[in-house]
Structure formats: C-alpha cells, structure tokens
C-alpha cells in the first residue's frame, strides 16, 4: 500500500526558505506515470496546489507560486522535495505530499498525512 | 477567491440526501474532469470521487459525482453523522495550467 510521509522544520522565519521532504514507501517514484505533488492547506482556509514533478525531474507549479517554488526528486530515495523561498506568515499552513496522476488532472491519491509549517520570527 | 465555487456550508438530517455545487468556466470543468475530496477534521483529504463519477475502491455508493456544462455535484444519500466534513472539488484549469481547487464545503450533520 502506498503511503506518503512529510517531514521538515515547524517553525521558519520570515524571508528564508522553507524546505521539506516527502518520502515515498510501498512503491517506487521512478518507472510510472505519476506525478508527484505539493499542496498546503493555511489555517481554516481551502487546498492550493502548489507544483508537481516527474520522477525525470520535469516539473510544473502553480503561476501564483511559481517564482519562489522549486521541486525536485531523488530517486534513489524515492523522495522529493519542497523549497519554497522569501516566506512570510502567509505560507503558514498545512503541507501535503501526494501522488498526482499526471498534467491535465486533478486527481490526488493517496495523500500524506501533512506537516505544519509556522512563519514567525 | 477560489478559482472554482462551492457554497461555504451544507447541511442535512442522518437519512437525508445532501448536494454540493461547484461551479467554474469553460477552461477548468467545462473541458476537464472534476474530482471531489472528502476532509475530516484534522485529517488529510481522502479521495472520494473521480473522473466526474467513478468512486475508488472502499468509497460508499451513497456518494455519487455528475458534471454538467461548467458546473459540477456532489450528491451523499442515505446521509450518517460520519460524514461530517469538509468536501472539495478541483479540476484542471487550461487558462492557468495548473490544477485548482474549490474553497471548501462544510458538511453539518443535524
């Protein structure tokens, strides 16, 4: 069964760079036709894709997102990764990891079961 | 503001059938498939209908998905106190190239 794990630093201070890790266990990165997937989720708020990659290392982020987001993957991990840099208190919020089936698709399965990331000085 | 459009709140008795909206344009489920998300509290979201209406594995029939031009719905029959939650729709949008959610229903179970 597949399952997603995210893992990082709770508490960022502003302007720096928020990174985290989801690994992958119960099945391997490489080799399919999935995409991989970020998405947070800010306190009380609604779900906001943030990027997704390939395990080739192609990748494609949200417009509003896209000039401080990087994505990457490590296959021989099988993880990827979230860097989101220049934060402020608006990236506060929950961090999902999640399978993504493909550009084109808004299909996320399974999920991470999400971190939370703090903004605060 | 959400890309997609979805009420804030819904409610329903245990037995009643409950349907929640999602509406958008031409770009995102006027020409995409939409997916709905099932949230419980402090919980991840759960996949809970695809393709407009295909349910995955363990998904009860009480919840079933349509599409129609550029909106879309969640109907739950035979509605129980554990579906209490928050339920999201998303889609693909073309325009922005990228996939966008609903701002969220809250389902309340009377």
């Known amino acids: 069964q597949l399952q997603l794990q995210e893992s990082g630093p709770g508490l960022v201070k502003p302007s720096e760079t928020l990174s985290l890790t989801c690994t992958v266990s119960g099945g391997s990165i490489s080799g399919s036709s999935y995409y991989w997937a970020w998405i947070r989720q800010a306190p009380g708020k609604g779900l906001e894709w943030i990027g997704s990659i390939y395990y080739s290392g192609d990748t494609y982020y949200n417009p509003s997102l896209k000039s401080r987001v990087t994505i990457s993957v490590d296959t021989s991990k099988n993880q990827f990764s979230l860097k989101l840099n220049s934060v402020t208190a608006a990236d506060t919020a929950v961090y999902y990891c999640a399978r993504h089936f493909g550009y084109g698709s808004g299909q996320f399965d399974p999920w991470g079961q999400g971190t939370l990331v703090t903004v605060s000085s | 503001q959400s890309v997609l459009t979805q009420p804030p709140s819904a409610s329903g008795t245990p037995g009643q059938r409950v349907t929640i909206s999602c509406s958008g344009s031409s770009s995102n489920i006027g020409s995409n498939y939409v997916y709905w998300s099932q949230q419980l509290p402090g919980t991840a979201p759960k996949l809970l209908i695809y393709?407009?209406?295909q349910r995955p594995s363990g998904v009860p029939d009480r919840f079933s998905g349509s599409k129609s031009g550029t909106s879309a719905s969640l109907a739950i029959s035979g509605l129980r106190s554990e579906d209490e939650a928050h339920y999201y729709c998303?889609?693909?949008?073309?325009?922005?190239?990228?996939?966008?959610f609903g701002g969220g229903t809250k389902l309340t179970v009377l």
């Open positions: 998303a889609t693909w949008d073309d325009s922005l190239r990228g996939v966008v």
């Open positions: 393709k407009n209406n």
